[in-house]
């Protein structure tokens, strides 16, 4: 099997054995190394640089990295095309605290556990506002990616990751998080030779529904149609969460139920879950997509209007334009940009702005109509849910979103963590 991921290289993999995860912390233990617990989005990062999501990252940027990054889209290598910078930060207070050098070893941990190996090789400081202006286009708070580079600690530690500790992912996660190289063993089972990833972070109505299915046409116009070799693939975004974000069970229980109740067949149609916080970075998040995907297996990425994009921070077809600017040959994916999907009454079903003359009749899914379809709970025409997925809302919001299927403060307040790390033992 392939395991060829982003920047033509092996997927990297940099989880340590059971027994040698054990024998590892003993031994740290005992030579009284230093310890740094982890938050969350750190946790998150080092979950996906360890299983690979984030090849050919093998750790947490050095300054050489982000510059890089920022500069020319690419890694310290100046060819690796890379979007985001991937970092660890800290106060200078609590590094002074810590007694950190560069080259020191430190365990990480995480909730208390032993979690990670982290090889520091820099430590650095960086010019957030600049890094803003560079990945973001803009250094305004109000954007959520620009917020969190200005949250970022003073002092940032470079350097690669080794995983003690392997995830507990909870329900209804579970069985939807799979590793890159699981993924490719997916794949490989199901005789996929074509994989359409979709990305998302909505439940599906009927024209996400068709969005997939004009992927999955127009990429296998040149395929054998004997028999189901390839598939679409949903992968959710599962990360940190705002206000009035479909909450994360409800997004991946609906994806799913498409598949479950036939209106993709189960062999062309997978559903699975990416731990990652959405940076908002619009164009550049969607060259970060392609590269996760490529770690993923995928031969086609998805890439709708505005996609991962917030406000009117960018034009709606920036996030497609940007592939004009990558050099050729430096994704290992195929971009398939997809224009806007409406209802039209004339034609009476959902068709697409090249193709249907009806315009000035055209029923677009309007974000504020599908919110309150949905805040309503009254059953809407299948024609813009299907009954099975609508249900699965009203479960979702019952039994996980204390009766919201969007985020509210009490859901972030006592949901379920995605992952917990337990004791190493
Ligand atoms: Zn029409």
């Known amino acids: ?9 092996e997927i990297i993999e940099r989880v340590l054995a059971k027994d040698a995860a054990l024998k590892r912390v003993a031994e740290m233990k005992a030579a009284k190394v230093k310890t740094l617990d982890v938050r969350l989005q750190m946790a998150t990062e080092i979950l996906d640089i360890a299983y690979g999501f984030f090849s050919p990252l093998e750790g947490f940027m050095t300054k050489a990295d982000v510059e890089a990054v920022c500069n020319n889209m690419t890694l310290a290598d100046g060819k690796t095309v890379w979007s985001i910078p991937i970092v660890y930060d800290i106060s200078s207070a609590d590094l002074e605290k810590s007694g950190i ?4 070893e430190v365990l990480l941990t995480y909730t208390g556990n032993p979690f990670a190996i982290f ?3 820099d430590i650095f400081t ?52 799979l590793t890159p190289k699981q993924m490719r063993a997916k794949f490989q089972e199901k005789g996929w030779e074509m994989i359409i990833n979709h990305q998302t972070r909505n439940v599906p109505h009927t024209g996400h529904e068709w969005l997939m299915k004009g992927a999955f046409l127009g990429a296998y116009g040149s395929m054998m149609v004997d028999k189901p070799r390839g598939g679409v693939l949903v992968n959710a975004i599962i990360g940190s969460k705002r206000p009035g974000d479909y909450i994360d069970e409800a997004i991946i229980l609906c994806q799913e139920a498409q598949g479950k109740h036939g209106y993709f067949r189960e062999d062309t149609f997978l559903t699975t879950c990416s731990l990652w916080d959405m940076r908002y970075a619009g164009p550049r998040e969607a060259i970060f997509h392609a590269c996760l995907r490529t770690n993923l297996g995928c031969t086609h990425h998805m890439f709708g209007r505005d996609h991962a994009g917030v406000g009117t921070y960018y034009d709606p077809y920036d996030a497609h334009r940007i592939f004009n600017k990558v050099p050729q040959g430096a994704l290992r994916i195929k971009p398939i940009f997809n224009l806007d ?14 193709l249907c003359g009806h315009k000035d009749k055209k029923a677009s899914f309007s974000g504020t109509l599908i919110r309150s379809i949905i805040q309503d709970g009254v059953k809407p025409p299948r024609r813009i849910f299907r009954p099975e997925v609508f249900d699965m809302i009203m479960t979702c919001a019952e039994k996980y979103g204390f009766g919201n299927a969007f985020v509210t403060e009490d859901y972030l307040k006592n949901r379920q963590p995605v992952f917990t790390i337990e004791p190493l033992k």
């Open 341 to 354: 999907w409406w209802f039209c009454p004339v034609c009476d079903e959902v068709t697409y702005s090249g």
């Open 119 to 121: 090889d520091i090789t």
């Open 1 to 9: 099997m392939e395991m060829i991921g982003h920047g033509g290289k």
């Open 101 to 104: 050098k560069q080259y020191d």
């Open 126 to 177: 960086l010019d957030t506002k600049e890094v803003a202006m560079k990945v973001y286009g803009t250094t305004e708070d109000k954007h959520p990616g620009v917020k969190r580079t200005y949250q970022y600690q003073d002092k940032f530690l470079g350097g690669k990751i080794t995983l003690l500790n392997p995830p507990k992912i909870n329900e209804p996660f579970t069985r939807f998080w």
